[in-house]
Nanobody, 127 residues
Framework: QVSLVESGGGPVQTGDSLRLSCVASGGAASDYSLGWFRQAPGKTREFVAAIRWSGRTTYWTEYGNSVKGRFKISGDNAKTASYLQMDSLNPEDTAVYYC?????????????????WGQGTQVTVSS
C-alpha cells in the first residue's frame, strides 16, 4: 500500500520548464513502477513516463511518444519520490498530471495497469 502526492505544477509559457514531484508514503517507491500520466479536459488519460528501480539501480524507464526528448523521469536516492523534469513545454502539454504506482516491473503504460494514484497537479502552458 502506497499513497502518492504530486506537486510542482503551475502556469508557464511556451518553452518554459517545470519539475513535478511525486512523494510516496506508506510504502517504498522501489516496490512499484512509478508512472506519470496526464489528462486534459474532455480527453483520455495519456501515458507520459514511468520508472522502476531494482534497489538503487534504475531497472526500467519508458516515455510516451509525445514527450520523448523533452521530459525525463528520475527519483531520489531513498526512492521515496519520483520527479518529472519537463522542458520545452508547449500548450499541448496543458493537463492535470498524475503520479501512479504499478506492480509491474516493465511495460506499465496503460492507466488500468496502475493501482494507486495521486490527486493530480495542474500544468497550464500558455502561448
Amino acid at each position: 500500500q502506497v499513497s502518492l502526492v504530486e506537486s510542482g505544477g503551475g502556469p508557464v509559457q511556451t518553452g518554459d520548464s517545470l519539475r513535478l514531484s511525486c512523494v510516496a508514503s506508506g510504502g517504498a517507491a522501489s516496490d512499484y513502477s512509478l508512472g506519470w500520466f496526464r489528462q486534459a479536459p474532455g480527453k483520455t488519460r495519456e501515458f507520459v513516463a514511468a520508472i522502476r528501480w531494482s534497489g538503487r539501480t534504475t531497472y526500467w524507464t519508458e516515455y510516451g511518444n509525445s514527450v520523448k526528448g523533452r521530459f525525463k523521469i528520475s527519483g531520489d536516492n531513498a526512492k521515496t519520490a519520483s520527479y518529472l523534469q519537463m522542458d520545452s513545454l508547449n500548450p499541448e502539454d496543458t493537463a492535470v498530471y498524475y503520479c501512479a504506482a504499478s506492480s509491474l516491473w516493465t511495460g506499465a503504460v496503460r492507466p488500468s495497469q496502475y493501482l494507486h494514484w495521486g490527486q493530480g497537479t495542474q500544468v497550464t502552458v500558455s502561448s
